[in-house]
């Protein structure tokens, strides 16, 4: 058996594939260590949104490759643009793609027995790989490029990639191990119904598929009776889940509400188009007690013209519309999003536009990024923006959301929450979230003279606030 050494980039749907590995492999009996200079084997999961993202990453492949540590590359980057990483990684174990991480264990066991991957022929050796069915040769870079770098490798080196099949079925049947975390990050579905000229994140994890609800509720007791206080619904975009098994978040709630336990659920990322539809579902669904009340809805942009060159599928005064919908029905709920700043051809007015809906909408918390190509996407052959037009865009609106942040936090001033503690943190206080998802700092003495705990509840009243928490009193 191996130590490993587990290093996640990117969103809680990377994060729930990271969750994946590490009981997987802990359950072949492998050790996981906290340094990649003790570890035998090191996986990197990788996340392939941000051009600044992926550069941090492969300096990482660089120096472990300068350093010859075994490495497997694991996650989006792996088929967003494996020709980067195979030339930051040359001589990785494998490259497994999102939908496949279930095979790493038995890519780690033929490795550990110094079996082959190929034959002579570049086809798989069947006797060394079970469930050889799910394997195949693939020319197009869009599921799992496994290669082997074995020096007594049977498989010629100008051989072709061998590639797996995205596999949904089997990752969805693969059981987590609770206990560890009061999180429990489920992943809801694989792949997304759009197709953003942006994102290479479709590239990588392909098309879009729901998880039964019969998977994710079972997965959520078992994670409720190991702990766990918060559920984390983890997509590309739960807005459209449900889609192809006529279910959808609003109805899958109720049921996870009614499982026995104290904890809370977090809907994560949901794409505006997809509330059209069934808005009232939704707030009626968000109104369970149980339920955050908490929207990440990711607008991108003000403007309508930008909106169609990103092939977003809705405009703007729609966003607008589901926002409101719920700040009406949830005052001081926390609503989240995303903005691209100097996506190919943004005006200085459009970027006042998205500046504009963030002042309307009053988002307490905007993720913005300036705007970088990714390998693939149509985006990337448009026409692009000076690099430095959009650094002072990205200064402008980073002043700009910490003011609206700030001024949204302290209306709060004086309401009295049930916040669960989530994480020690600085200077004799935890952290902790409030119903609304805001986070919110308590002190750690409780008035009998113990401490509160991970996990706990504490019920506070709002003495003051910055741009990021609400401070308890």
């Given at each position: ?401 910490k003011q609206i942040a700030l001024s949204q936090n302290q209306k709060l ?35 009998d003279g113990s401490n509160w705990g991970i996990g706990e509840f504490a ?15």
């Amino acid at each position: 058996m191996q130590k490993i050494f587990l290093k996640t980039y990117g969103c809680t749907l990377n994060q729930s594939d990271s969750d994946l590995i590490e009981a997987m492999l802990d359950g072949g009996g492998h050790e996981f260590v906290k340094s990649a200079d003790d570890a035998d084997t090191i996986i990197v999961n990788t996340c392939a949104v941000k051009e600044t993202t992926e550069n941090k990453i492969l300096w990482y492949l660089k120096d472990l490759e300068s350093k010859g540590k075994k490495v497997i590359v694991a996650g989006c980057l792996t088929t967003a643009n494996l020709p980067a990483v195979k030339k930051a990684s040359p001589k990785a174990i494998a490259y497994v793609g999102p939908n496949s991480v279930g095979k790493i264990p038995l890519i780690l066991e033929n490795d550990i027995h110094g079996r082959n991957f190929g034959s002579e022929n570049g086809n798989l050796d069947h006797e060394n790989l079970s469930n050889s069915n799910n394997w195949h040769l693939n020319n197009n870079g869009n599921s799992l490029a496994i290669q082997s770098n074995q020096p007594n490798s049977s498989m010629p080196s100008n051989s072709p990639i061998l590639e797996l099949k995205d596999d949904f079925a089997s990752k969805f049947d693969l059981t987590k191990k609770y206990g560890q975390s009061i999180f429990a990050r489920i992943q809801t579905s694989s792949g997304c119904m759009s197709n953003c000229t942006f994102c290479a994140t479709k590239i990588a994890r392909g098309k879009f598929k729901s998880k039964p609800p019969s998977l994710i509720l079972n997965e959520a007791r078992l994670a409720i009776k190991s702990r766990a206080k918060e559920i984390q619904l983890a997509s590309q975009d739960n807005g459209c889940y449900g889609y192809d098994l006529q279910t959808s978040i609003p109805k899958l709630l109720p049921q996870l509400n009614d499982l026995d336990g104290r904890f809370r659920i977090r809907v994560g990322m949901a794409n505006p188009q997809h509330f059209l539809k069934n808005i009232d579902e939704w707030l009626e669904a968000f109104r369970l007690p149980k339920v955050y009340k908490f929207l990440h809805l990711p607008i991108q942009s003000g403007s309508n013209r930008i909106l169609k060159l990103m092939n977003r599928g809705y405009t703007i005064d729609q966003a607008i519309d589901v926002a409101k919908e719920f700040r009406k029905k949830f005052p001081d709920m926390t609503l989240e999003t995303d903005v691209i700043v100097g996506f190919p051809g943004e005006t200085e007015a459009e970027f006042e536009q998205s500046l504009d809906v963030c002042s309307q909408l009053g988002f307490e918390v905007v993720n913005f990024a300036k705007y970088s190509k990714r390998p693939g996407t149509k985006a990337a052959k448009m026409v692009q923006i000076d690099t430095l037009i959009k650094k002072k865009r990205s200064e402008i609106i980073n002043t700009h959301v910490k003011q609206i942040a700030l001024s949204q936090n302290q209306k709060l001033i004086g309401n009295e929450y049930d916040v669960l503690i989530t994480e020690e943190g600085k200077n004799g206080y935890m952290q902790g979230r409030a119903q609304n998802y805001r986070p919110v700092l308590i002190k750690k003495l409780k008035p009998d003279g113990s401490n509160w705990g991970i996990g706990e509840f504490a019920h506070a009243r709002i003495a003051d606030a910055s741009v990021t928490s609400l401070i308890a009193k």
